[in-house]
């Protein structure tokens, strides 16, 4: 890179939040038609970086050039027009707009002060034509998956002509071939000579993909490496960690499992699900793999009731249960950990304490008990290492302490079924590895685990027995010992 000067540079930039040294003196250097990932823990200071090249907020000091001249942005709109794109993590659109309309959001072309509708659905088919979009472009994105929106997002970044385009974590939500076909997007871009700031917690596509590689640890720089200095995964880790850590997954339970617990019968939802059938035993983890659309989540709503399912039954325990409203499934003992927690988990308004304990808050004399409150929070979140307090608000925390206060929560509703849904979505290796040791040894307690993950080796590491979903069906079911990654993959994807 030495031949060619940087389109992007950060110098000793700095950002501290009350209680909280985020980032401190951090350089980094972005050339043209490279990819550069940024690499660390949740909590690390990627997410606080990333907002301050975007000018979603402001350095406490330090300096941003841009083709080296100095660049302020007060706004991301100041970033935008200096060239910068970004496609976010936590989806940043508009719910009640179409696909097409979040697309060219701020961008539409007007005549005699008319928006030119045509024209811009032209622009954001294009786009999205890009990404094998194969959802509808003219519903409310809010009813799409967030698989799919998470391409809407991709798409307006794509739809505009930046040269430094920030992708945070934009295979979270994509299966392999989806992420492949965003690879070959990528060095298309790469070639064109656009830089891509990459962030993802996914070493394998970062050793794909990187030709250079910069680590933060606890909001300090820590490394800048090209990829050929790198050696490997084991290498990453240890920068991003301080100390090696084991592979994906667990070992396998030496108990056999328990009697059955949930059993799921034919249960049908028109469009969605066809005739749907799965047991739960004690003591087990049950994967569940499939393509975007396969109707996993799907199915996680309607047992856990916030859909309703045409026909088919549910028992629990061996008695039927009627499950109609999430609240029905809380009182049988399920537990539903959503993949999208921000909007569907958790008050990002209010304390972490106040989530953990929403669905039993100590009372005293009828009146909130906080100290308590604040008791049972770090009691229950303290095996998870996080490094919080109990009154912090949960909506300027990393996304790996997000998910921990939702696991929290349900690990104080006494809950004996556990729904999974892309538990480690967005979160980096440390507490990955922390949840499923969580899994496992809510398992070893007797606890039945449904854990649905787009993550194919996250499926193979941790399950006793692995389903497969394709169109609304179960269309195998898999012990440890045959689930490899070219089974699941020829039930998934087969016609």
């Not at 070639?191 to 300090?220: C, F, M, N, P």
């Not at 499992?257 to 035993?281: F, K, M, Q, Y």
Request: proline share 4%; with cysteine; net charge neutral.
């Amino acid at each position: 890179m030495s031949d060619r000067s940087p389109v992007l540079e950060l110098n000793a930039i700095t950002k501290t939040f009350p209680g909280v040294n985020a980032l401190q003196d951090v350089a980094m250097t972005v050339f043209p038609g490279e990819v550069h990932t940024l690499l660390g823990e949740n909590g690390a200071g990627k997410s606080t970086l990333l907002k301050i090249m975007f000018g979603v907020q402001p350095a406490d000091s330090g300096e941003i050039r841009i083709d080296g001249e100095p660049a302020r942005f007060a706004q991301p709109a100041d970033a935008m027009r200096a060239g910068i794109a970004m496609v976010h993590q936590e989806l940043n659109l508009v719910p009640q707009m179409t696909a097409v309309q979040n697309v060219v959001l701020g961008r539409e072309r007007t005549t005699a002060g008319v928006i030119d509708w045509a024209e811009a659905r032209r622009r954001a088919r294009e786009s999205l034509a890009r990404l094998g979009f194969d959802a509808r472009a003219d519903v409310p994105v809010r009813q799409l998956s967030v698989a799919h929106q998470q391409m809407v997002e991709l798409a307006r970044a794509l739809s505009v002509d930046a040269r430094i385009i920030i992708m945070d974590e934009p295979t979270a939500s994509l299966t392999t071939q989806e992420s492949e076909r965003l690879f070959r997007i990528i060095e298309g871009l790469r070639t064109a000579g656009k830089a891509i700031i990459y962030v993802s917690h996914r070493l394998k596509e970062v050793l794909e993909l990187s030709d250079r590689i910069t680590v933060l640890r606890d909001g300090r720089l820590v490394a800048s490496r090209t990829r050929a200095e790198v050696t490997g995964e084991p290498d990453l880790i240890r920068l991003m960690v301080g100390r090696d850590l084991a592979a994906i997954g667990v070992p396998p339970s030496a108990k056999p499992a328990g009697e059955e617990i949930l059993r799921v019968a034919n249960i049908c939802r028109p469009g969605v699900l066809h005739d749907v059938s799965l047991t739960l035993r004690r003591g087990e983890i049950v994967g569940m793999a499939g393509m975007v659309g396969a109707g996993r989540t799907e199915l996680a709503r309607v047992i856990f009731g916030a859909d309703r399912a045409s026909s088919g039954t549910i028992h629990v325990a061996g008695k039927p249960a009627a499950i109609r409203t999430p609240g029905d499934a809380i009182a049988a003992g399920i537990a539903l950990l959503t993949e999208d927690r921000k909007h569907q988990s958790l008050v990002l308004g209010m304390t972490t304490a106040s989530n953990a304990t929403l669905l039993k808050p100590p009372t005293r004399f009828g009146f909130l008990d906080r100290r308590r409150q604040n008791t049972m929070t770090e009691d229950v979140l303290r095996p998870l290492n996080t490094k919080m307090r109990a009154e912090m608000v949960v909506g300027k925390l990393s996304g790996g302490t997000q998910q921990k206060v939702v696991l929290g929560r349900w690990l104080l509703s006494d809950s004996e079924i556990f729904i999974f849904d892309e538990p480690t979505r967005g979160i980096d290796v440390g507490a990955k590895g922390e949840i499923h040791t969580l899994m496992r040894d809510l398992a070893d307690q007797g606890k039945a685990i449904l854990m649905i993950s787009s993550d194919l080796p996250e499926v193979l590491g941790m399950s006793d027995r692995v389903l497969v979903m394709r169109r609304g069906r179960i269309v195998a079911e898999l012990p440890r010992e045959d689930a490899t990654e070219e089974a699941v993959v020829h039930h998934a994807a087969a016609e």
